[in-house]
């Protein structure tokens, strides 16, 4: 599975749109991006998966560019409770063996009042 | 049904002693895995079952580490001779798998082990 670089750490402000970059420049045609985030204490929570369309679900957008080299994972209007660390994942279609993909570092996301 | 239970949250051990986990599945989930993390950073994949068999087993785990899966439902995970470097938050995920290369992992809270 291709590997992904994000930012260490993010803030936002509260209310406003939360921008999640992520690169994934050797994915391959058939990988999917998932995004899980994972809040204090918590175990990893399932935000939302793609493999070249644009999606979007009660939670959150993913906007994955024409090149599939890089995404987005956009929560709209943040709230405090969105403070979490937050994973891009890339996985191959084609393994149905299990995920065991590494989720890395993730993202620090704060979203401040 | 609540999702993934794990017990016990948290568990003291001296170092050289046995420990066991269990996670309970979202019911009718055929997969569960096991998932390691460390402070800072994400969860690294242990093992895995597809019903009750366990079918790939990563080479972070040792042979101090036992996971079973009878019946197919509830999991455990024994680690036999604690050392203190297997210090870490255990997660278990579940998900149903069908057909398809689509899977989505439903993660209990962890079993945070501190070996003294």
């Known amino acids: 599975d291709a590997k992904t670089t994000q930012p260490t750490s993010m803030d936002c402000a509260e209310g406003r749109a939360a921008n999640l970059p992520c690169n994934h420049s050797?994915?391959?045609?058939?990988?999917?991006v998932y995004w899980y985030r994972q809040i204090h204490s918590q175990g990893p929570q399932y935000i939302i998966h793609?493999?070249?369309n644009n999606e979007t679900n009660e939670m959150a957008s993913l906007i994955i560019t024409e090149d599939r080299k890089s995404s987005t994972l956009i929560l709209p209007h943040a709230t405090l409770r969105d403070t979490a660390v937050y994973y891009c994942?890339?996985?191959?279609?084609?393994?149905?063996?299990?995920?065991?993909?590494?989720f890395g570092a993730g993202t620090r996301l704060f979203v401040k009042a | 049904d609540t999702g993934v239970s794990q017990n016990p949250r948290h568990k003291i051990t001296k170092r050289g002693q046995n420990v066991t986990f269990r996670c309970d599945p979202i019911?009718?989930?055929?997969?569960l895995y096991w998932y390691r993390q460390t402070l800072g950073q994400g969860p690294e994949f242990l093992t895995y079952?597809?019903?009750?068999?366990?079918?790939?087993k990563s080479r972070l785990l040792s042979d101090r580490f036992s996971a079973e899966r009878p019946k197919g439902s509830f999991s455990t995970l024994e680690i036999q001779r604690t050392e203190q470097g297997d210090s870490a938050m255990y997660l278990c995920?579940?998900?149903?798998?069908?057909?398809?290369?689509?899977?989505?992992?439903?993660f209990g809270s962890g079993t945070q082990l501190s070996v003294l």
């Open positions: 050797t994915i391959s045609g058939n990988e999917y």
């Open positions: 994942i890339v996985r191959d279609v084609r393994n149905t063996g299990g995920f065991k993909t590494i």
């Open positions: 019911s009718e989930h055929n997969r």
């Open positions: 793609g493999l070249k």
């Open positions: 995920a579940s998900s149903l798998v069908v057909r398809g290369p689509n899977e989505k992992l439903f």
């Open positions: 079952f597809q019903n009750e068999a366990q079918l790939e």
